[in-house]
């Protein structure tokens, strides 16, 4: 019969469609389960065959879920805020929202042909207004919260106020700014703005002036994933350091609970260590050293004060406040053009130069508090302001860079450890150290001198033992227009949040997407964009007049606001009046199920693990984690194609002759290519882009042929596959099938499209199993004993490979499965119904045109999943192999019940075996029951 697999997926995509077969219920007698992608960003390239690697694993087991009664929530929706759609308006005009809806429509199209059972109904959008008025929501809860240290969560500003109107800051352990200390009476007299000001430095979000990567070109700030080598990812202009004032979320409060919570979670391990390296955490002293001369302070944090007695100078970073208090009148130039050079870099680019130091002497000295010696002042971009304090103690015996630093600047090295750090060996076992040169701990061990000295600088009170982490809060400001408005307004230069009644705060209507001329953001081109305290509404900037009406704020929220909780949203997507009804938050509570990539690790996963425990300590939802087991899809790599241009000309020499000249290697598209092989279409290349309609080729036996090489699948790089075209020629169900055929999900793997041809074949086996020719034909009759162990066989590796999700392996198991049928003429509808359901999961588009086939009325989606029973698989014989001296001969099949004797005796009867004794008896016969049989003669 052929198989029709166009008129078969549509046939199915519409029947979903039409039937909502995957909307979920929330109201359910079944156990729930919840399986959930990462939110995709719609870009206007559309899906590329890699693209969905991860979303076919994720339904594989959504269908399972369905099959095995449970109640599964499998969304999807959009994160649809974003750099660049708004690029792509200032380049045209053309409105971000326009562009982003063209891209989701695109997208939907192709995640509805590939045949994904996800629940259309619950869709979001982070730039729809009925869902961003929720994130607006958050961040003024966030706004309107402090962290208590003593109970170790969240809580209400409010509780905050109640404590300093009736202690101040007595007994108060908060996460804070700066220290500050005032009493009971000294909170009440303040003014209304001063104590705003004084609760700005405990809100969870808050302002404060920040260094960031500033991108001129760009007008906005970027996070340090969007800038490489220096340069904005997106345009490649340059980025600098910039001092600003900038939102804040104050996830640094949550550093040990995020460490902590990592122990329960169910995450591969590398992401797990990728986090915990992340944040940070290390035990240590807080010093702070006097400037010789100057009445000033610096504070150092040190994993290692038994090191202090070696410390021969100290680095600042070029961003600390006292830098410029620092610098003598002689060393200013120096140092001036020093911040300007390391302006250029970002804090990765720093971080990750760890050979090449550099810096400026500012010309003051601190004094070693242990020692006595007056040591240099210098600043080094080896040192970052947002790390510690902004500052170190240098001690180059026994750090590497330090060591770098003092061997670049001709500084003292001082040894105080033995068997610590090795500067040749580059090793470190603190365990072993023990401190020399030093009367005040000479002969201790690591733990005692650590112990003594922190005991020690508290007595001085110089400073105190302490733990840190290196994570630093999240700034939450981009000067951008296509993101969600923050909802504050100014009052005398002070934030306040609009009321809740207010929101959501949308998107103004913007001339143009650009900076204004004063430089503030593109919001500041809005028109109508002031709020009105009075009237409580939006109204014209013309309006402004500091008494009623006043500014709003310019800047929008990053593109990971909207997705640190639409996790949450998924589960009550349509209601008006809270962002989840919380029976539906307990209900679904943690996603069981997450799919994604590993580049997250430290962006997108942290802060939804930092939001959900905010909202937790606030009592809106009652989990500490949002997803509880997680993995990492690997990549489908693209095979590309070059051609090799002469320089300095417009010819082309073929791949094997290209030695011989000095060439330019060019990308090409791989569909120039002569079917599946290496050879250039010369006609199609000409017309692929104005500048070769006039290019000259040197062949080689008539043919220009193409360098191919296996990089990550990129529209730059013209390598992709459009997923449509093989669902046009192949069928959706193939590329489902040959996705997970290529190799484990976790590893990346490259595509390969002649291997469609192979998978595309087993589906037509498959499908021809239910045919008899042309005339669907299925038996009443009992399966054979045989088909059973067939079937079970199968039923129990998918069940085990799904489990585990090994889908490549159950690709191979389905095509061994449908041979052996083939074999034997299998047709009896218990194999073949049970068949049809262990297969829906990957390919259900013909997996429910059979169901239908078998004469049923309902989807095949929801029928139990045929359970494995050992019995089947139980042997009623075994094939000994017979031994005459450890040398087989032959085999001899007996039934698999019987006992070592019987086995005996019934060899002993063989004529075979009777013919190899040849009349003699055997001096000695091993047994092994259902295993071999050996005569010893």
């Known amino acids: 019969m052929f198989y029709d697999h166009q008129s078969i997926e549509k046939k199915w995509q519409k029947f979903w469609e039409e039937n909502q077969t995957y909307k979920t219920e929330n109201k359910t007698d079944k156990p729930k389960f919840y399986v959930l992608d990462m939110f995709p960003y719609p870009s206007g390239a559309g899906l590329h065959v890699g693209h969905p690697l991860g979303y076919i694993a994720s339904d594989i087991y959504a269908r399972f879920k369905r099959h095995q009664g449970f109640n599964v929530l499998h969304p999807v929706g959009y994160d649809s805020f974003g750099l660049p759609a708004e690029q792509y308006a200032i380049q045209t005009g053309t409105h971000p929202a326009i562009t982003t809806e063209q891209n989701i429509n695109r997208y939907e199209e192709q995640l509805r042909k590939i045949g994904f059972s996800f629940d259309w109904s619950r869709e979001v959008r982070t730039s729809d207004a009925s869902y961003y008025q929720w994130t607006q929501w958050i961040f003024i809860e966030l706004f309107h919260s402090w962290y208590n240290k003593n109970t170790d969560k969240a809580e209400s500003i409010e509780t905050l106020v109640e404590h300093f109107s009736k202690f101040g800051t007595e007994n108060l352990s908060a996460v804070q700014n700066d220290e500050l200390n005032f009493t009971a009476e000294d909170w009440k007299n303040a003014s209304e703005l001063d104590q705003q000001d004084i609760l700005l430095n405990y809100r969870l979000a808050y302002r404060a002036e920040t260094t960031v990567n500033w991108c001129p070109a760009l007008g906005t700030v970027l996070a340090n994933d969007e800038v490489k080598d220096g340069k904005s990812e997106r345009g490649g202009f340059p980025v600098f350091q910039k001092k600003m004032m900038q939102w804040s979320m104050r996830i640094t409060a949550y550093s040990e609970r995020l460490l902590q919570g990592l122990k329960t979670l169910d995450w591969p391990q590398p992401l797990k260590d990728s986090q915990e390296y992340w944040i940070g955490k290390s035990q240590g002293a807080a010093v702070k050293f006097n400037v010789s001369g100057i009445d000033e302070q610096i504070e150092v944090f040190t994993t290692r004060p038994d090191t202090i007695f070696g410390a021969t100078f100290m680095v600042l970073a070029p961003e600390n406040p006292l830098v410029e208090k620092l610098t003598t009148p002689e060393q200013k130039t120096e140092v001036e053009n020093y911040i300007e050079e390391t302006s250029k870099k970002t804090e990765r680019d720093r971080m990750a130069d760890v050979k090449n130091v550099s810096g400026a002497f500012t010309g003051s000295y601190a004094v070693n508090p242990f020692t006595g010696k007056n040591i240099p002042i210098y600043i080094s971009d080896y040192v970052l302001m947002g790390y510690g304090t902004g500052a170190v103690m240098a001690v180059p015996a026994h750090d590497e860079r330090d060591h770098r630093f003092a061997k670049k600047f001709g500084l003292e090295i001082i040894n105080v450890i033995e068997n610590d750090f090795d500067i040749q060996e580059e090793s470190y076992d603190s365990k072993d150290s023990v401190c020399v040169n030093s009367e005040f701990l000479n002969g201790m061990n690591y733990n005692d001198a650590k112990a003594k000295i922190i005991s020690e600088i508290e007595k001085m009170g110089i400073g105190h033992g302490t733990t840190n982490y290196r994570q630093r809060d999240a700034i939450?400001?981009?000067?951008?227009?296509?993101?969600?408005?923050?909802?504050?307004?100014?009052?005398?230069?002070?934030?306040?949040?609009?009321?809740?009644?207010?929101?959501?705060?949308?998107?103004?209507?913007?001339?143009?997407?650009?900076?204004?001329?004063?430089?503030?953001?593109?919001?500041?081109?809005?028109?109508?964009?002031?709020?009105?305290?009075?009237?409580?509404?939006?109204?014209?900037?013309?309006?402004?007049?500091?008494?009623?009406?006043?500014?709003?704020?310019?800047?929008?929220?990053?593109?990971?606001?909207?997705?640190?909780?639409?996790?949450?949203?998924?589960?009550?997507?349509?209601?008006t009046e809270v962002f989840a009804d919380k029976n539906l938050t307990d209900y679904w509570g943690q996603v069981d199920l997450y799919i994604g990539g590993s580049e997250h690790a430290t962006g997108h996963l942290l802060y939804s693990r930092f939001w959900n425990m905010f909202l937790k300590d606030r009592n809106y939802i009652n989990h500490d984690e949002p997803f509880q087991k997680l993995i990492n899809?690997?990549?489908?790599?693209?095979?590309?194609?070059?051609?090799?241009?002469?320089?300095?000309?417009?010819?082309?020499?073929?791949?094997?002759?290209?030695?011989?000249?000095?060439?330019?290697?060019?990308?090409?598209?791989?569909?120039?290519?002569?079917?599946?092989?290496?050879?250039?279409?010369?006609?199609?290349?000409?017309?692929?882009?104005?500048?070769?309609?006039?290019?000259?080729?040197?062949?080689?036996?008539?043919?220009?042929?193409?360098?191919?090489?296996?990089?990550?699948?990129?529209?730059?790089?013209?390598?992709?596959?459009?997923?449509?075209?093989?669902?046009?020629?192949?069928?959706?169900?193939?590329?489902?099938?040959?996705?997970?055929?290529?190799?484990?999900?976790?590893?990346?793997?490259?595509?390969?499209?002649?291997?469609?041809?192979?998978?595309?074949?087993?589906?037509?086996?498959?499908?021809?199993?239910?045919?008899?020719?042309?005339?669907?034909?299925?038996?009443?009759?009992?399966?054979?004993?045989?088909?059973?162990?067939?079937?079970?066989?199968?039923?129990?590796?998918?069940?085990?490979?799904?489990?585990?999700?090994?889908?490549n392996t159950s690709v191979s198991s389905f095509m061994i499965a449908v041979n052996e049928f083939q074999k034997l003429k299998t047709n009896k509808r218990k194999i073949l119904e049970a068949l049809a359901i262990v297969v829906s999961p990957y390919a259900p588009h013909i997996s429910e045109e059979l169901w239908e086939q078998l004469g049923h009325q309902t989807s095949i989606e929801f029928e139990k999943f045929p359970e494995f029973d050992e019995k089947y698989l139980v042997e009623d014989e075994i094939e000994y192999p017979v031994s005459f001296n450890g040398k087989m001969r032959f085999k001899l099949t007996l039934p698999a019940d019987l006992s070592a004797q019987e086995i005996e005796e019934a060899a002993l009867k063989d004529v075979r075996v009777l013919q190899q004794l040849a009349g003699n008896n055997p001096k000695k016969i091993i047994i092994v029951p259902k295993k071999i049989i050996n005569i010893v003669i």
């Open 476 to 575: 939450f400001s981009r000067q951008r227009y296509w993101g969600e408005p923050v909802p504050v307004y100014y009052k005398e230069g002070m934030p306040y949040t609009l009321p809740v009644s207010a929101l959501p705060l949308e998107l103004p209507e913007v001339e143009k997407y650009l900076p204004t001329e004063d430089g503030d953001p593109p919001l500041g081109n809005a028109k109508n964009f002031a709020w009105d305290e009075t009237n409580q509404k939006v109204v014209a900037v013309d309006l402004i007049d500091e008494k009623t009406v006043f500014p709003i704020e310019l800047s929008t929220m990053p593109g990971w606001a909207g997705s640190s909780w639409y996790f949450l949203r998924y589960m009550d997507p349509k209601n």
């Open 633 to 807: 899809q690997g990549m489908i790599l693209g095979m590309s194609a070059f051609v090799f241009r002469i320089d300095g000309t417009n010819q082309f020499v073929s791949k094997n002759l290209a030695k011989d000249y000095t060439t330019q290697k060019i990308h090409v598209d791989v569909s120039l290519l002569k079917g599946t092989s290496d050879e250039l279409d010369l006609e199609k290349f000409k017309n692929w882009r104005s500048e070769f309609a006039d290019a000259e080729f040197v062949l080689e036996d008539g043919k220009y042929i193409t360098e191919r090489e296996v990089e990550k699948m990129s529209k730059s790089k013209y390598n992709v596959v459009n997923p449509d075209d093989i669902c046009e020629e192949y069928g959706a169900d193939c590329l489902r099938l040959y996705e997970m055929f290529l190799g484990p999900l976790e590893q990346s793997k490259p595509w390969n499209t002649q291997g469609l041809s192979g998978v595309y074949g087993f589906l037509k086996k498959f499908y021809n199993l239910y045919y008899n020719g042309d005339v669907f034909e299925v038996s009443e009759e009992e399966p054979t004993k045989e088909e059973y162990k067939v079937l079970h066989t199968l039923i129990k590796k998918v069940f085990s490979d799904i489990d585990q999700f090994s889908f």
